[in-house]
Structure formats: structure tokens, C-alpha cells
């Protein structure tokens, strides 16, 4: 059975302070490991798609990077409007399994 | 990518009834499917919505509770039947173009079971 684990649960970062989010995964066959942001009240909005350890995508402050084990999104000099949740997925098939989410907050 | 509206956003239902939503993609999809998010946690797949054919359900969800429909390559619909309080929770729609392709989601039902 697939198994996705996000950490930490929450991370509460000053404005500007950098920081990773980790999605350690256990699957058969990686497809594709996905990244959402997700606000309250919303439904989940796709960042990345990675599809090989070694490959990574930026987007703005936000840059995911992809091993055999893992990934990680990493958060540069962020700002309040990056407070989210971020979910992580793995694709086996054609199915996602998410993880439970890393809550970010971002103070002014 | 792909724009998906639901309906409704939100809706307070008597434990007993059904509640209908419907998810409607902007463009054809091979595939859409169907998830529910509980409170402060994260998204778990009901099933596929498979147009033309029966929807393929995962471990734990039965037709009977949930029905879903297809009938296009652009719309479905998802029913949660004999509503209960356990069955408070997000319900959202994804859609993709092919199977290795990313997932879109829908704004989300949010259904409250009084």
C-alpha cells in the first residue's frame, strides 16, 4: 500500500525565514509526486509535478526536489500570503495518495 | 490545465436524506474522480467516476452510500445517500485529461449533517 508522510505537521516561520517541508513516501512504481497548496475553505491548487529523483521545479519562493525516498518543498524568504496548508501526493497508476499536510503560517 | 466548478459550495442536511453534488470540468477529461476531506485532515479517494461505466470504488466506500455518475466526458455527479453526521466532511472533484496527467481540483462541497 502506498504511504505518504509529511513533516512537520505545522511550521510557524517570521517573514523571511526560509525553511523545507519534507514528504517521505513508500510506493510501487512513483508515477509522479505532486505538491497542492491549500487554502482554508478551498480546494487544493497544483504546484509541481516531479517525476524523477534528481528533478526539481521553482515557482516563485517555492522549489520541490525529488530523491528515491523523498521530497521537499523548500520555502525561501517567505511572505504572509504563503501561509497554507501544503499537501504532498504520490501517483501510482492513475490514483493520488495524499499526506496529511504540512500547515504553514507566515507572521508579518 | 482544467476549471472545475461545483455545486453546491455548501449545503446543512437532516441525517436521513441524500445530498447531490455535481462537478462540472470547462474541457473533455479522461478521467474525474471523487474525494472526501474531513476535518483537519487530508484527502481520501472514493472513487473514480468513470464515463460510461460503473465507478470504480476504493476500500471502504460502497455504491450504495455513494452513487456516482458519468454521463459525459465533462460532467458527474456524486450522491451521498441516508446521510448521517459521520458524513459531515469536504467533498471535492478532480479531473485530469489522461492518467498520468495532474489532477485539478474543484472548490469544494462543504456539507454539514445535522
Known amino acids: 500500500e502506498d504511504q505518504v508522510t509529511q513533516s512537520p505537521e505545522a511550521l510557524r516561520l517570521q517573514e523571511g525565514e526560509s525553511s523545507s517541508l519534507n514528504c517521505s513516501y513508500t510506493?510501487?512504481?512513483?508515477?509522479?509526486l505532486f505538491w497542492y497548496r491549500q487554502d482554508p475553505g478551498k480546494g487544493p491548487e497544483f504546484l509541481f509535478t516531479l517525476y524523477s529523483a534528481g528533478e526539481e521545479k521553482e515557482k516563485e519562493r517555492l522549489k520541490a526536489t525529488l530523491t528515491k525516498k523523498e521530497s521537499f518543498l523548500h520555502i525561501t524568504a517567505p511572505k504572509p500570503e504563503d501561509s497554507a496548508t501544503y499537501l504532498c501526493a504520490v501517483q501510482a497508476d492513475y490514483k493520488l495518495s495524499f499526506g496529511a499536510g504540512t500547515t504553514v503560517t507566515v507572521r508579518a | 490545465s482544467a476549471v472545475i466548478s461545483q455545486k453546491p459550495s455548501r449545503d446543512i442536511c437532516q441525517r436521513g436524506t441524500s445530498l447531490t453534488i455535481q462537478c462540472q470540468v470547462d474541457?473533455?477529461?479522461?478521467?474525474m474522480f471523487w474525494y472526501r476531506q474531513q476535518p483537519g485532515q487530508s484527502l481520501t479517494l472514493i472513487a473514480t467516476?468513470?464515463?460510461?461505466?460503473?465507478?470504480?470504488?476504493e476500500s471502504g466506500f460502497v455504491i450504495d452510500k455513494f452513487p456516482i455518475s458519468r454521463p459525459n466526458l465533462t460532467f458527474s455527479t456524486l450522491t451521498v445517500s441516508n446521510l448521517s453526521p459521520e458524513d459531515s466532511s469536504i467533498y471535492l472533484c478532480?479531473?485530469?485529461?489522461?492518467?498520468?496527467?495532474?489532477?485539478?481540483f474543484g472548490p469544494g462541497t462543504r456539507l454539514l449533517v445535522l
Open positions: 467516476a468513470n464515463q460510461g461505466s460503473e465507478a470504480t470504488y
Open positions: 474541457s473533455q477529461v479522461t478521467m
Open positions: 478532480s479531473a485530469g485529461k489522461d492518467p498520468q496527467e495532474t489532477q485539478y
Open positions: 510506493v510501487s512504481g512513483l508515477r509522479g
